[in-house]
């Protein structure tokens, strides 16, 4: 991939990404975005798309289709899309495919020593006692990393000539409220960026 560029840039406020059944968790961290395109395309030219799920049948595209976190997806690339003089058109009728995939994996970070002091003191039927406790060791803490992706295929080659990839630790727990802003603040983010220029 010569022609292509990378461009790598912070995120702008968010709790992020995604989304495991897509955008469907929040980022404790801004995530990091990244962008890669084929700078020779002509990009111009693109006026309508469709959802690749929607002419490619797989085990994903079926999944996803029964879930509310794709359809949060979709409508919002699609605002972001329109907003930016795309259409999506027929079946076969199309310039370009969008699709996106999300992934989430967990991750420990192990830090620097940590220590610390308790005591106490107790008085019962067998006299008193104090004692004195010191530990110390590793930070061990567990979180997981979120992962979106949406590629922009150009039909009449079949090649991805456009990528959006969206990182970051994700939150635990997220209201429904809380997810919706997430969906649209991540894909906003990504897809403010296409078509490149």
Not at 47 to 73: A, F, G, I, L
Not at 130 to 148: L, N, R
């Amino acid at each position: 991939m010569q022609d292509l560029r990378k461009v790598r840039r912070g995120g702008a406020g968010l709790a992020l990404l995604v989304v495991c059944s897509v955008l469907a968790v929040g980022c404790a961290d801004k995530p990091t975005y990244e962008f890669d395109y084929d700078q020779a395309f002509p990009f111009g030219g693109y006026q309508t798309y469709r959802w690749y799920d929607d002419d490619h049948n797989s085990r994903e595209s079926q999944y996803r289709r029964r879930n509310s976190s794709d359809q949060r997806v979709r409508n919002t690339a699609n605002q972001e899309l329109v907003q930016r003089g795309f259409r999506e058109g027929p079946r076969g009728a199309a310039d370009f495919w969008v699709n996106y995939h999300v992934t989430k994996r967990q991750t420990q970070r192990v830090s620097g020593q940590e220590q610390g002091m308790h005591g106490g003191v107790g008085v019962g039927t067998y006299g008193k006692s104090v004692s004195v406790g010191y530990s110390s060791g590793p930070s061990v803490k567990t979180y997981e990393d979120g992962t979106a992706v949406f590629d922009v295929i150009d039909i009449r080659s079949g090649k991805i000539v456009w990528r959006g990839v969206a990182e970051g630790r994700l939150k635990n727990k997220m209201s429904k409220a809380d997810k919706e802003q997430l969906t649209i603040t991540v894909v906003h983010e990504l897809l403010k960026q296409f078509p490149p220029g």
